[in-house]
């Protein structure tokens, strides 16, 4: 496995493994419509402004295996001044999973946080309904703060839970 900072020549691969992820994961949370037709374009436009126009304070990383993306991370760093870093994409390729490659790009950007930022918290939100997604943050010690919900493209909320670490350093050493 191959980890390195997303250029712009990832877009589409990146745009196509969120839909993808999306399409997988959140089934029966979004529109079938919008799952089916509307969330490649969408996650295209949201990644070709991030990757083209990104800032210091963003990081994105791919994973490859054999030069095929099979996941990818996006994070901006001290986005909330109590919260500290979004944690805001995490997604793997489904026949990736349970390979620890999620795990590795959630170390990926705690040791970003860790030699950039003064805080070392961090926070992500995860549908409630997402439970396999859940259980990876608890696992990564990741703390269910509070119940809220997510605006989601379409104008949807969707019912969530804001998940903190007031330190990303045990993510480091965990093996």
Not at 54 to 65: C, F, G, I, M, W
Request: proline share 3%; with cysteine.
């Amino acid at each position: 496995m191959h980890y390195r900072l997303a250029t712009e020549q990832d877009i589409s691969a990146i745009a196509k493994l969120h839909a993808l992820s999306w399409q997988n994961a959140y089934r029966g949370m979004l529109s079938d419509s919008y799952l089916d037709q509307e969330v490649y374009p969408e996650r295209l436009r949201v990644w070709e402004e991030r990757l083209r126009d990104s800032n210091k304070d963003q990081l994105v990383v791919v994973a490859e295996d054999e030069q095929k993306l099979v996941g990818f991370v996006c994070a901006f760093g001290e986005a909330d001044k109590r919260w500290g870093t979004l944690l805001d994409n995490l997604h793997t390729h489904p026949s990736a999973r349970r390979q620890g490659v999620g795990k590795s790009l959630t170390r990926q950007v705690a040791k970003w946080i860790v030699s950039n930022y003064g805080s070392h918290a961090m926070h992500l939100f995860v549908f409630s309904a997402n439970k396999p997604a859940r259980l990876f943050y608890e696992h990564m010690d990741g703390r269910g703060y509070e119940s809220t919900e997510v605006a989601m493209p379409g104008g949807k909320l969707v019912p969530s839970i804001k998940y903190t670490w007031e330190t990303v350093k045990p993510i480091l050493s965990e093996q």
